[in-house]
């Protein structure tokens, strides 16, 4: 059987006008800006004037531990809308927004697969409205102007070897983790030791998505610490009175984007800082937003459950003031069947003992979820057709003993018709009982919340500190940071820190080797294990694939 490729999949898609997407959600088109027919800036003021409409029910989709054989979040959460506004329901798909590293590295683009995208997924993949661009020039103008002020003399006493503010480009590129800067004379600065991130990771992207307006954006990049005077003072942002222009450079950016579905189902999509290294999750304003304009939102937060929900919950809800009304856990039996020992290649024959051998991975997210967070939640199987009916009952039994539905969810292959069971399930999730809770509370120490996410969310036997960690967790205590929530910088690939141990590892400890505040997101940034904030590109990356003809077709994106 032959398959078409998602990009040919959404060229044989015929949009609607965004004007027209926009009005199915009573949004007037004086009230968008247009980026050509089929992409729009929201008016992100409409909050105000939306104050006093109820909120539409929060669907947080979030998925079990990431591996090669890929879990289908995105396209999960793309399908359930769609099966949602086929069942006539008022509803919204939020999502991040790709970066062009993954998309040019190994794990593609991020607008969904199959008949569940989208679109124009090309845009979306590729540039879309320039908002990482804009994030990426704010964040370079910052360091710019940290070296600018040192060249001409230094009167903030800026130590040059304290410098944690960072270059970034959206790109996978190893060669720029670790640079020297500076060199071939006085009048080309001062030398020093420096370094990029990949635009994801910037601080600027999280201050993006965690503010509620463009002032609290400009307060929030006032406080950016980018690093320490040679008194062992931190040094602001504001110290460098950055904050206007890089404000002005994201007047813009911080406004949500308005796309569509191939079904035609409104998706605000805006923000995207990575999960593993950021806290995953699109905007405060683009949730919010979508909140008041439809009666279901469906949202999802990146790789598995321990990283994106748990940040999601712990941090942007902590800030934004949001709370799940129902968790979709997205799993596959090829997932499971690699958790459960079973390599890569051989994923597409039946072998029921290693979907119960890697079963444990999905129960302790079901056990976080309902447990730790206290929330309602239904387990989506992302079918592949070499999945068998023996391998989907073992998943729908195992389930069913911790009392929670399995349901099968083909939205790949048929779209919002692949997900009917599902929307039926979640709109009685909604109605549940909910106790939701975070893992931390605020007054808790920062060790304190490190062994609690540890502990509970990870199934860790504790935390241990390298003496740089431990030093610098006093140094953020005394200097007042104490109370912010915590980020942790960890691999997606397990529960632990360690990549290779899949499955439930037990009998571990996560070690911090070094903590960073991000002063102006609000949150202390944990780093752990091996995690790099500059991916590498593979040996064979999915840019080579990529190609474009004399008409201007894309072909291999995906």
Known sequence: MTFLTDIEIAKQNKMVPITDIA????????????????????????????????????ILVTAITPTAAGEGKTTTSVGLADALNEQDEKVIVALREPSLGPVFGIKGGAAGGGYAQ????????????????????????????????????????????????KRVVDMNDRQLRYIVNGLNGKTNGVPREDGYDITVASEIM???????????????????????SYSGQPVTAGDLHAEGAMTALLKDAIRPNLVQTLEKTPAIIHGGPFANIAHGCNSII?????????????????????LGAEKFIDIKCRIGGLQPDAVVLVATIRALKLHGGVNKNELGQENVSAVIKGMPNLMKHIENIKKHFGLPLAVAINKF??????????????????????????????????????????????????????????????EDKLNK???????????????????????LMDRGFGSLPICVAKTQYSFSDNKDLLCRPEGFRITVRNLKVSAGAGFIVALTGAIMTMPGLPKVPAAEKIDINSEGEITGLF
């Open 286 to 306: 683009a949730t919010k937003l979508a909140l008041k304009y439809a009666d279901y939102v469906v949202t999802e937060a990146g790789f598995g459950a321990d």
């Open 206 to 228: 999280a201050i993006l998505c965690l503010a509620s307006d463009l002032e609290d954006l400009k307060d929030r990049i006032r406080r950016i610490v980018i690093g320490y």
């Open 385 to 446: 057709p070499t999945d068998t009916d023996e391998e989907i009952e073992e998943v729908r039994h195992a389930c069913a003993q911790v009392g929670v539905d399995a349901i099968l969810c083909d939205v790949w292959a048929q779209g919002g018709k692949g997900g009917l069971e599902l929307a039926t399930k979640v709109k009685d999730l909604v109605e549940q009982d909910n106790q939701f809770r975070f893992v931390y509370d605020d007054d808790d120490s920062i």
């Open 118 to 165: 989208v679109v124009p997924m090309e845009d979306i993949n590729l540039h879309f409205t320039g908002d990482f661009h804009a994030i990426g020039a704010a964040n370079n103008l910052l360091a710019a102007m940290i070296d600018n002020h040192i060249y001409h003399g230094n009167e903030l006493g800026i130590d040059n070897r304290r410098i944690t503010w």
């Open 453 to 475: 996410l540890a502990t509970k969310i990870y199934g860790a036997d504790g935390v241990d500190f390298t003496n740089e960690a431990r030093k610098e967790m006093q140094n």
């Open 23 to 58: 009005k199915s959600i009573g949004i007037d088109e004086e009230s968008i800006d247009l980026y050509g027919k089929y992409k729009a800036k929201l008016d992100m003021h409409a909050l105000e004037q939306l104050k006093n409409q109820p909120n539409g029910k929060l």
